[in-house]
T-cell receptor, first 114, second 112 residues
Framework: ETGVTQTPRHLVMGMTNKKSLKCEQHLGHNAMYWYKQSAKKPLELMFVYNFKEQTENNSVPSRFSPECPNSSHLFLHLHTLQPEDSALYLC?????????????FGPGTRLTVL | KQEVTQIPAALSVPEGENLVLNCSFTDSAIYNLQWFRQDPGKGLTSLLLIQSSQREQTSGRLNASLDKSSGRSTLYIAASQPGDSATYLCAVRSSNTGKLIFGQGTTLQVKP
């Protein structure tokens, strides 16, 4: 595997389910990101991790719980979601969080909440 | 608050045409501007990055320009091909916060 991978690629869940999204980067980067892409809306940054530490949480509801066990892996744990949480969730990584660092994106997980 | 707008939302052209995608932003305090491509079911691929001090960047058939004072960027695609069909996203990095702010994208279809 190369670049940034995400699993699963598609996920359908009920509002009472608990599921997790996984992201893995094979680029040797130190920073990882979760973005949400809803229909008709721009990409929204959710969380930023740098060297496994969360450095940014953009007022994301607590029903989304990120976890970064090491610099190569990032999870997004989901529980008690709402239908409006249905979206494409994109993971990205970069060498660092400095402004010149290019972000590399995974293919995303298409989430549908019933 | 920085806002990024891309017009049109969708564009359909015949193969071989030269075309321009537009991006506008409300706050000229930007560090850089980036154009991405997103194919259906796939993530974003960076196409061009323009630093705030630059006026344009070129890569193959793509040319991106930046006019910071007017809050505009254009992505010019020469001799379009069906393989160029995708959604093109513009993003600016704020020089105040460092945050990357995305537009909603322009979905391009190039017909054979």
């Amino acid at each position: 595997e190369t670049g940034v991978t995400q699993t699963p690629r598609h996920l359908v869940m009920g509002m009472t389910n608990k599921k997790s999204l996984k992201c893995e980067q094979h680029l040797g980067h130190n920073a990882m990101y979760w973005y949400k892409q809803s229909a008709k809306k721009p990409l929204e940054l959710m969380f930023v991790y740098n060297f496994k530490e969360q450095t940014e949480n953009n007022s994301v509801p607590s029903r989304f719980s990120p976890e970064c066990p090491n610099s190569s892996h990032l999870f997004l744990h989901l529980h008690t979601l709402q239908p409006e949480d249905s979206a494409l969730y994109l993971c990205a990584s970069s060498q660092g969080v400095g402004w010149d660092n290019e972000q590399f994106f995974g293919p995303g997980t298409r989430l549908t909440v019933l | 608050k920085q806002e990024v707008t891309q017009i049109p939302a969708a564009l359909s052209v015949p193969e071989g045409e030269n075309l321009v995608l537009n991006c506008s932003f409300t706050d000229s305090a930007i560090y850089n501007l980036q154009w991405f491509r997103q194919d259906p079911g796939k993530g974003l691929t960076s196409l061009l990055l323009i630093q705030s001090s630059q006026r344009e960047q070129t890569s193959g058939r793509l040319n991106a320009s930046l006019d910071k004072s007017s809050g505009r960027s254009t992505l010019y695609i020469a001799a379009s091909q069906p393989g160029d069909s995708a959604t093109y996203l513009c993003a600016v990095r704020s020089s105040n916060t460092g945050k990357l702010i995305f537009g909603q994208g322009t979905t391009l279809q190039v017909k054979p």
